[in-house]
């Protein structure tokens, strides 16, 4: 079963970029472009996006 990759394998031993917010880890790799967020930010901003209109 070995030899099988796929995206995650490179981000999972890449280091995790912060938050924007809240400087909690994301689950974004830190080579991510734009702003990350971790999952309770990223949540709360989607609400906020929706709601605005």
Request: aromatic share 6%; net charge negative.
């Amino acid at each position: 079963m070995g030899g099988m990759t796929d995206a995650t394998d490179a981000t999972r031993t890449e280091a995790r970029a912060d938050c924007v917010l809240c400087g909690e880890p994301s689950e974004y790799p830190e080579s991510t472009r734009g702003a990350t967020y971790c999952p309770v930010c990223e949540w709360q901003e989607a609400q906020r996006q929706a709601c605005s209109g």
